[in-house]
């Protein structure tokens, strides 16, 4: 089902919608208590791609113009947490591109 409807949509939405996620990194927490962000690799539907992408549980949800826009505050240890684990999902994806 999922890979029917995955036909339906432009290749970058139903990649990113229905990957397989290979790989999951830390969850890291944002200024509130039920912010975060997290690092994954997933795999595209048809096999052939791997993406880097983040599951983001933003702060707020709104920018000061009006427009929607995601934001995660990180703190400079969680910002130094949170670089390390985007290049631990890079060289995942490297790997994963060999």
């Given at each position: 089902?999922?890979?029917?409807?995955?036909?339906?949509?432009?290749?970058?939405?139903?990649?990113?919608?229905?990957?397989?996620?290979?790989?999951?990194?830390?969850?890291?927490?944002?200024?509130?208590?039920?912010?975060?962000?997290?690092?994954?690799?997933?795999?595209?539907?048809?096999?052939?791609?791997?993406?880097?992408?983040?599951?983001?549980?933003?702060?707020?949800?709104?920018?000061?113009?009006?427009?929607?826009?995601n934001?995660?505050?990180?703190?400079?240890?969680?910002?130094?947490?949170?670089?390390a684990?985007?290049?631990?999902?890079?060289?995942?994806?490297?790997?994963?591109?060999?």
């Open positions: 089902m999922l890979k029917l409807l995955a036909k339906l949509l432009p290749n970058s939405v139903s990649d990113m919608a229905f990957g397989d996620i290979v790989y999951a990194g830390k969850e890291l927490y944002g200024r509130s208590s039920k912010a975060f962000v997290q690092g994954r690799i997933k795999k595209s539907v048809d096999g052939e791609r791997y993406y880097l992408s983040l599951l983001m549980l933003p702060d707020a949800y709104a920018g000061p113009d009006g427009s929607l826009k934001y995660l505050n990180l703190d400079l240890q969680t910002a130094i947490k949170f670089r684990e985007i290049e631990l999902c890079i060289a995942k994806l490297e790997d994963l591109e060999k």
